[in-house]
Structure formats: structure tokens, C-alpha cells
């Protein structure tokens, strides 16, 4: 039985088999998965020491912001 090898781990939370699934990861994110890697990404490295928790409060509002729909904005 052959065992399936891991290509890695983002934020030890999604993990990939391939580089294509991490290109495809790659090139479908949109803002909604985009918010959502950059929370987890927060989230980990505060777990593993990176931030003080006024640098993750800070990280956190600024996301919450950007998640924010906008309102009547014409740039993309």
C-alpha cells in the first residue's frame, strides 16, 4: 500500500497534496477566501508567538475592514 505524501501545510490548517492544488488555491481566491486565509494566518502566528495581542487586535480590526462591504466604491 502506497501512503500519500503531504506537499505542506498553510497555517497548519489547509493541507495540500500538490503544488496545483496550491496553484489552484492560487488562482481562484476571491475576497471571501482571501479574508478568510489572511484570519487563519493571523490566527497562527499569534499561536506560535508573532504578535503581541494589541498587534493581533490591530491585525484583526483591519481585517474585519476590509471584510466590510463597501459602499459605493467604484476601484476593485
Same mark, same amino acid.
Given at each position: 500500500m502506497e501512503s500519500e505524501k503531504q506537499f505542506g501545510k498553510l497555517f497548519n490548517?489547509?493541507? $495540500?497534496?500538490?503544488?496545483? @492544488?496550491?496553484? $489552484?488555491? $492560487?488562482?481562484?481566491?476571491?475576497?471571501s477566501n482571501a479574508t478568510y486565509i489572511l484570519t487563519q494566518? =493571523?490566527?497562527y502566528?499569534?499561536? @506560535?508567538?508573532?504578535?503581541?495581542?494589541?498587534?493581533?487586535? =490591530?491585525?484583526s480590526k483591519s481585517i474585519r =475592514? $476590509?471584510?466590510?462591504?463597501?459602499?459605493n466604491n467604484q476601484e476593485n
Open positions: 490548517l489547509i493541507t $495540500l497534496e500538490s503544488d496545483t @492544488q496550491l496553484e $489552484l488555491i $492560487l488562482t481562484t481566491m476571491n475576497k494566518a =493571523v490566527k502566528a499569534y499561536e @506560535q508567538g508573532c504578535f503581541s495581542i494589541g498587534e493581533s487586535e =490591530v491585525i =475592514v $476590509l471584510g466590510r462591504p463597501e459602499e
